[in-house]
């Protein structure tokens, strides 16, 4: 016989379910697709706590949310460089979850991470050369692509990376990420460090990127630039989500100006 409390009990159960079971369908035939994930580095701690994402093909995501939310252990756990503990990671329909980040290469997926994104010490064109190091014969057309979204690097393709500033590192380690020619590009905070002005010509770039057609997934501490730019956007908050909705309507709830966009986002 069930008791008032055991029926209020299986009714909890069934809610969280079917949750669950609604989660798992979001995002049903996407590009690239994250369900429930929990991973981290040292064992015993989970630093992403069961994220969801999906990327359309031809879509612009963003990711925005506080320091220390897992923003790049997220990215990093899409290309295979962190433990997945639970959850799911499809590409095109394909689990990929824990595939090793030459295997992701190989299948499509682009990754520029935060820091250390380029060889100092090989020219530009070493540097795009690296890029596609599996499939030399494919450099000629794959750099007229390059050079057609950067033609600064092409014109100055014999200088050494290390000598370049902070905004034309971005664009050579953004280069050779796409030599292969990926169909999702994963970019962690490509606008770090840069000028106001460099800023804005990394969006610019990431849109002309995107409008090539190669879905980008950004993680971005701009926030506001971010969400201008893309389709649609997260809000990461210690390792789980905290709000999804188009670039514009995350732009303009209350809740997250109030919680992660500040006063900026009267600006
Ligand atoms: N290599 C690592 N080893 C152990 N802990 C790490 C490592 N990298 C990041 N963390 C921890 O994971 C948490 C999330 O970091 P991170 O994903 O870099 O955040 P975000 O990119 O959102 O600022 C932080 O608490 C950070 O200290
Ligand atoms: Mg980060």
Do not use: W
Request: with cysteine; hydrophobic share 40%; charged share 25%.
């Amino acid at each position: 016989m069930s008791t008032p409390l055991g029926k209020a009990k299986d009714e909890a159960v069934q809610a969280a379910s079917a949750a669950k079971e609604q989660r798992q369908r979001e995002g049903e035939g996407s590009l690239v697709r994250v369900v429930d994930l929990v991973a981290g580095y040292v064992p015993g701690v989970d630093i992403l706590n069961g994220c969801d994402l999906h990327c359309a093909e031809g879509e612009l995501v963003g990711i925005i949310g506080p320091n220390g939310a897992g923003k790049s252990t997220l990215l990093k756990s899409l290309f295979g460089l962190v433990d997945v503990r639970s959850g799911m990671v499809t590409l095109k329909g394909q689990d990929i979850t824990g595939k090793k980040a030459h295997e992701l290469v190989a299948q499509g997926v682009g990754f520029v991470p935060q820091t250390n994104n380029v060889f100092p010490r090989l020219s530009i064109e070493e540097n795009l050369q690296m890029g596609l190091f599996r499939d030399p014969k494919r450099y000629a057309e794959r750099f007229d692509y390059v050079a057609q979204l950067f033609p600064a690097l092409a014109a100055r393709r014999k200088q050494r990376a290390g000598s370049l500033s902070g905004g034309e590192r971005q664009m050579v380690a953004m280069g050779r990420a796409l030599m292969p020619g990926p169909s999702v590009l994963l970019l962690d905070e490509p606008s770090a460090g840069l000028s106001p002005a460099l800023q804005d010509e990394v969006f610019l770039r990431c849109r002309q990127i995107n409008a090539t057609g190669v879905s980008i997934i950004m993680v971005e501490q701009n926030a506001r630039r971010c969400l201008q730019i893309c389709d649609r956007g997260y809000v990461l908050d210690q390792g789980r989500n905290a709000y999804t909705a188009s670039g514009k309507d995350l732009m303009n709830d209350p809740k997250v100006i109030e919680l992660y966009l500040g006063t900026l986002a009267k600006a």
